[in-house]
Every structure is written in structure tokens, then in C-alpha cells.
């Protein structure tokens, strides 16, 4: 845990005063217990956990659920009204902004979440719902509400979002 923590600070501008940098150790706090088989380390760092994520809800606006599968690196670029639900996966260096949320589309389907990959950014307000799966180096547009899968090297844009390539730049590197 020692050694994602000073990964994961060392992409953030801000340093210790991060907001989303707290509320991902908050989250890795917590997904720690289930290295543990014994009820005596699993329940003290559970209620630990609880209280702990609570105050980051509270002080930020940010939920991530336990379950959650999140990668190296992630940067959570601004604070206020980011939900991401247990079930999602992210892969490394991802970028999340204010307002997103990795959720359900359908409440008779509460395990259905979000797969991202590596170096997914993620504009502000965007919505990404259901099971779908967002390839490497997707970027998704502020306010996008994404419900269908995004191939790698895309970008999604638009309610409901709409899939387009990125455009090769000379030197030979996707652009949007």
C-alpha cells in the first residue's frame, strides 16, 4: 500500500492537498481488509473504512465503492458529485472530473458497471452507465452520457454519446 501511495501522489499537482488523492487512499484503505482472512483485521479496518469514507463523502463529494477495481495512477481532477459504483473497473492512469459517475442504466441489473481502461480521461458531468466496456486512450466528453462500448482510441461525445476515431496528428499520435 506503501508504494501505490506515493505513486498515486506523485500525479497530483496539489500534493497532500488533494482532494481526490484522500479520497482514493480512502479507497485503498478500505479495499486493503480483503487481504485478510481473519474477522479480527477484516471488521476493525471494515468499521474503519466506513467512518473514514463517510468524511471524504462529506468533505468532498466523492463515492467510490469498496469493490471498486481501480488501477495505478488514478487522478480524481476536481471533487463534488463523483459516484463510482463498487462494481466498476478502471484501468491505470485514468482522469475523472466533477459531476462523473460510473454507474447502473438498469435498477433489475445492480451488478452492471462500467469497464474502463488504461489512460481513460473522463470530461466533467460525463455519465457512463451499464456494463459497457471503454477501451485505452478513450476520451470522453463533458456532460457525455455513455451507454454502449467505446473502442480504444476513440472519443465519446454528445447525450447519448456518439463514437467517433481520433484524428492522427503528423507526428502520428491520435488527437482529438
Given at each position: 500500500?506503501?508504494?501505490?501511495?506515493?505513486?498515486?501522489?506523485?500525479?497530483?499537482?496539489?500534493?497532500?492537498?488533494?482532494?481526490?488523492?484522500?479520497?482514493?487512499?480512502?479507497?485503498?484503505?478500505?479495499?486493503?481488509?480483503?487481504?485478510?482472512?481473519?474477522?479480527?483485521?477484516?471488521?476493525?479496518?471494515?468499521?474503519?473504512?466506513?467512518?473514514?469514507?463517510?468524511?471524504?463523502?462529506?468533505?468532498?463529494?466523492?463515492?467510490?465503492?469498496?469493490?471498486?477495481?481501480?488501477?495505478?495512477?488514478?487522478?480524481?481532477?476536481?471533487?463534488?458529485?463523483?459516484?463510482?459504483?463498487?462494481?466498476?473497473?478502471?484501468?491505470?492512469?485514468?482522469?475523472?472530473?466533477?459531476?462523473?459517475?460510473?454507474?447502473?442504466?438498469?435498477?433489475?441489473?445492480?451488478?452492471?458497471?462500467?469497464?474502463?481502461?488504461?489512460?481513460?480521461?473522463?470530461?466533467?458531468?460525463?455519465?457512463?452507465?451499464?456494463?459497457?466496456?471503454?477501451?485505452?486512450?478513450?476520451?470522453?466528453?463533458?456532460?457525455?452520457?455513455?451507454?454502449?462500448?467505446?473502442?480504444?482510441?476513440?472519443?465519446?461525445?454528445?447525450?447519448?454519446?456518439?463514437?467517433?476515431?481520433?484524428?492522427?496528428?503528423?507526428s502520428g499520435q491520435p488527437t482529438t
Amino acid at each position: 500500500m506503501a508504494m501505490s501511495f506515493f505513486e498515486d501522489l506523485k500525479v497530483y499537482r496539489e500534493g497532500l492537498l488533494a482532494q481526490g488523492f484522500w479520497a482514493l487512499q480512502v479507497y485503498r484503505f478500505g479495499h486493503l481488509r480483503y487481504r485478510f482472512q481473519s474477522k479480527l483485521v477484516r471488521v476493525p479496518l471494515g468499521i474503519a473504512h466506513v467512518i473514514l469514507s463517510k468524511l471524504i463523502e462529506i468533505g468532498t463529494g466523492i463515492t467510490i465503492g469498496v469493490t471498486a477495481k481501480i488501477g495505478k495512477r488514478l487522478i480524481i481532477e476536481h471533487c463534488g458529485a463523483i459516484v463510482v459504483h463498487g462494481c466498476t473497473e478502471m484501468g491505470d492512469d485514468c482522469i475523472i472530473r466533477q459531476g462523473v459517475t460510473f454507474g447502473i442504466k438498469n435498477i433489475d441489473r445492480p451488478f452492471d458497471a462500467p469497464v474502463l481502461g488504461n489512460r481513460v480521461n473522463v470530461g466533467a458531468g460525463a455519465k457512463l452507465l451499464g456494463k459497457i466496456h471503454i477501451g485505452d486512450d478513450v476520451d470522453v466528453g463533458a456532460n457525455a452520457v455513455v451507454v454502449t462500448d467505446v473502442p480504444a482510441n476513440h472519443i465519446a461525445v454528445g447525450i447519448p454519446a456518439r463514437i467517433k476515431p481520433k484524428k492522427p496528428t503528423t507526428s502520428g499520435q491520435p488527437t482529438t
